[in-house]
């Protein structure tokens, strides 16, 4: 459930909005005094609060802010920031794995980095969100992947059938920071608030090895690039350098030119074409070599749909059949690794280290992490995909049982698919499909 902005926020931010949209070379000058104002404050604390998280280098829990007393911290919060003398703390970092075995790092921010950030979210994206295309669709209101999947989905219906699938080698880290903070002044120029975003962009990481010792390196300062992510202040910077491209791509003429459309996800970006995919993609090249970042030869391509299809933000986009006709279309449908990773997560829920758990414990995991995946997915036809995870959850479960009560054999008598559904609640999948129309087409 998400939370209710607050009327003064709100009110706050549709003026900014407001402003931003009426002037596009309006630059802001006095922005700095509503980060900690004590609404702002409040409400970006509540924010942080609701989406959680682990703790910083300090250590520092939400327990231990609520037991200390949240209106005191806000208090000495709101003190350091009127008197300039908040300093970020570093960074911890993490690594999170990537489906093709490769590590994600992560930046976690301590609780009190990640409250004054997202406050500064809080005034600067009704600003930004005023210049940033309509082509770009993450971190956005009222945008969602989906409706990025349904943008290409649609180019490709109306004959832009030609895809430059690019990847950008690490986009996070080797964004320049000279390059982002000139995106960022040109809309703001109170330098106590620009000073701020520079401390975050250069702020030290901090890295525990194996043997739990720790160190400290400045990546940040040293090359003069990178965004860490998992700040509150990243995805919003690397929206508004992405939107150096996207705006480029059209004032430059090249959308017009090459008939080639852009749609961008953070840092997935897909060019589709109208029979020009391979002067798109050198121009591309050409283009984010002049932003200082690297467009990946191995995992960047060229693809001519329907004949090859596209994988994009978890679908795979191509040619399908029609199971009543045998007519072919270009349709969506979730990916082949997507189905297998939900189908990891199933097993993990169900390996034998949960046996001493309760089976409805189990299933309940279970089921949120079913509904998660087939929310998300549910454009296209969806029915194969579904039919492999659920047979893939009922049979997992039903191995975790039969460990968990001794039983020999496959238990398929003693738990039958009945028992999994009825009697536990494991959900079926296949039966959401009565509400999606297009889920057999």
């Known amino acids: 459930m998400s939370l209710r902005t607050p009327q003064k926020v709100r009110k706050l931010q549709e003026a900014l909005h407001a402003k931003a949209k009426e002037s596009p070379d309006f630059r802001f000058y006095a922005l700095y005094d509503k980060v900690y104002r004590a609404d702002v404050l409040e409400f970006a604390y509540r924010r942080c609060r609701q989406k959680g998280g ?22 000495e919060l709101t003190e350091e920031l009127r008197k300039k003398t908040y300093r970020p703390r570093a960074v911890l970092r993490v690594w ?22 997202t406050a500064v979210v809080l005034v600067l994206e009704p600003i930004f969100e005023a210049d940033l295309q309509p082509e770009q669709y993450a971190y956005r209101p009222g945008r969602s992947a989906l409706d990025a999947v349904k943008a290409v989905h649609s180019l490709l219906n109306t004959g832009h059938t030609e895809v430059v699938d690019a990847d950008l080698k690490g986009y996070f ?38 043997r739990g010792r720790k160190h400290r390196t400045t990546p940040g300062k040293d090359k003069g690039r990178g965004c860490p992510q998992g700040a509150p202040i990243s995805p919003l910077l690397a929206n508004l350098y992405m939107r150096r491209f996207v705006l480029g791509w059209k004032v430059l003429g090249h959308e017009r030119r090459l008939d080639a459309k852009v749609v961008n ?35 960047t391509r060229l693809c001519r749909v329907p004949d090859e299809s596209i994988d994009f933000l978890g679908y795979t986009i191509g040619r399908c059949y029609s199971p009543r006709t045998g007519r072919a279309y270009i349709g969506t449908r979730p990916s082949r690794k997507s189905v297998q990773r939900v189908c990891r997560q199933v097993s993990e829920l169900t390996c ?22 087939s ?32 039983v020999r054999g496959e238990g398929t008598s003693r738990f039958p698919d009945a028992y999994l559904h009825e009697e536990l609640g494991l959900i079926q999948l296949q039966m959401r499909t009565r509400d999606f129309p ?4």
């Open 54 to 75: 682990v703790p910083g280098v300090d250590g520092e829990r939400f327990a231990d802010i609520e037991a200390y007393g949240v209106e005191r911290w806000l208090g």
């Open 438 to 441: 297009w889920a057999n087409a």
């Open 173 to 210: 880290d080797e964004i320049p920071h000279a390059e982002l903070m000139k995106s960022v002044a040109r809309r703001v120029s109170d330098g106590r608030l620009l000073h701020l975003i520079k401390m975050w962009l250069q702020v030290p990481v901090e890295e525990i090895d194996d």
């Open 265 to 299: 996800y953070a840092d997935d970006l897909v060019l589709c074409c109208r029979g020009t995919g391979e002067e798109a993609l050198a121009t591309l090249q050409e283009m984010m070599q002049q932003l200082k970042l690297t467009v990946s030869e191995a995992k």
């Open 96 to 117: 999170i794995p990537k489906p093709d075995g490769s590590q994600r790092p992560l930046g976690i921010p301590t609780v009190r980095d990640r409250v004054v950030q």
């Open 375 to 406: 929310n998300y997915f549910c454009l296209g036809p969806v029915s194969k995909a579904y039919r492999s995870v659920d047979w893939h959850a009922r049979r997992r479960l039903r191995q975790w049982l039969r460990a968990k009560h001794k």
């Open 352 to 373: 034998r280290r949960w046996l001493l758990l309760d089976a409805e414990g189990r299933v309940a995991r279970i089921n949120r992490l079913l509904r998660g995946w």
